[in-house]
């Protein structure tokens, strides 16, 4: 009688433990089964993120976030954080959009004016005219896809090799249209302050040569943009983002950040470097020349600040942008950059009227009063 009751105390004991056990080891194979990879967006565009693993149920999860996983990746953007404030403003879906859609309607026309129309006595001048009107027109008819998608609410439905190819050509022909003018710019400083050099050159043959070589600079400059993901999903905010938002801290895009600041000095600051170098001493030279080339220096001016005022502010603010993203992880700078890069497309669009101005300034006439004034003085050839 004594010993029985110890017995079924031990039995049922061991029934309680098994049981414990058991729903333990059910339960920890249910969150093993409802494991999910979220990758976490903190904020737009290029933007810095990161990527880590949580074991939870899927009822604790936002319904936007259940369906993700390592074969359908999304990106976590909720529409208080900075990305979410950027994607659905009025900024990208309607402001944005609308400078573009100007641009196009100028800038398209126009150029197709230089290439069809337009009549330059100089070869060499004709050449760069028309590769700065080739890569403004690419630029400018680019923009269409990018027109719908802002105007969709920023949701990309072209798929992800569409939106590598259009933001590989947006950002070549940007490039390219500045290296042009930086091209034009040299030209000039040639023809004004070493008119016997520049008489000796193969001026055609070297247009072509510099406009081709410029093409295959960017041409493969860009090739990064075509070989990274660009488009991504934003489940919480039901559309697919094209550019805008990227996990830079993967192993994809780690490379993205120092290799966009490199474009963007090579891409921005060597033109605008040549084209400050070379206005100001072409302005320097004229006007000691003794000639009143007033018309000239105006339209050359012109031309310079036009360049700055269209390519600076999108060039600082990219180049900050991402100088903060490399040492402090902060990119909220990016929907300012965002707007700058319109000025960028207005420039597309007045390039064909500044070549019509160029093309009468009568640069053939400059070019023979500069050499005669040097002939008559040996000591200043050189």
Not at 78 to 95: F, H, I, N, W
Not at 118 to 134: C, D, E, G, K, P
Not at 187 to 214: C, D, E, I, N, Q
């Amino acid at each position: 009688m004594w010993r029985r009751p110890v017995r079924d105390s031990t039995v049922l004991t061991g029934i309680l433990l098994s049981l414990t056990l058991g729903l333990s080891l059910q339960k920890n194979e249910n969150v093993s089964k409802t494991k999910i990879t979220i990758l976490d967006v903190l904020k737009p565009k290029t933007f810095n993120s990161r990527t880590f693993h949580i074991n939870i149920t899927a009822e604790a999860l936002p319904p936007c976030l259940v369906r993700i996983s390592p074969d359908n990746p999304g990106l976590d953007v909720k529409l208080e954080d900075p990305a979410g404030a950027y994607t659905k403003g009025l900024l990208s879906t309607r402001v944005i959009p609308t400078a573009y859609l100007l641009a196009m309607a100028v800038g398209i026309p126009s150029n197709l004016y230089i290439l069809i129309c337009l009549r330059v006595r100089a070869s060499s001048t004709a050449v760069l005219y028309q590769s700065l009107a080739i890569s403004d027109l690419l630029l400018l008819l680019s923009l269409a896809l990018r027109v719908h998608y802002h105007l969709n609410g920023n949701n990309w439905v072209f798929g992800d090799a569409t939106c590598r190819l259009v933001t590989a050509c947006f950002y070549g022909n940007v490039y390219c249209s500045a290296h042009t003018i930086a091209c034009v710019s040299l030209k000039s400083y040639l023809a004004v302050t070493r008119p016997f050099l520049y008489r000796r050159l193969p001026k055609t043959a070297w247009a072509v040569g510099t406009s081709l070589g410029v093409w295959a600079l960017f041409g493969v400059a860009v090739v990064p943009e075509l070989l990274v993901r660009q488009s991504y999903k934003l489940p919480c905010l039901g559309l697919t983002t094209c550019h805008d938002i990227l996990p830079l801290e993967e192993h994809s895009h780690a490379l993205m950040v120092p290799y966009r600041l490199a474009l963007v000095f090579l891409g921005f600051l060597v033109p605008f470097v040549i084209c400050a170098c070379t206005h100001v001493a072409v302005v320097r030279h004229l006007g000691h020349s003794g000639l009143d080339w007033t018309p000239f220096i105006r339209v050359s001016t012109l031309i310079f600040l036009i360049f700055t005022v269209c390519f600076s502010p999108s060039g600082l603010l990219h180049i900050t942008h991402y100088i903060r993203l490399l040492a402090i992880r902060e990119d909220w700078l990016y929907g300012y950059y965002s707007a700058a890069v319109c000025l960028c497309c207005f420039h597309s669009c007045l390039d064909p009227f500044l070549c019509i101005l160029m093309s009468k300034t009568t640069a053939s006439k400059l070019h023979l009063a500069s050499i005669r004034r040097i002939s008559h003085r040996p000591a200043a050839l050189e």
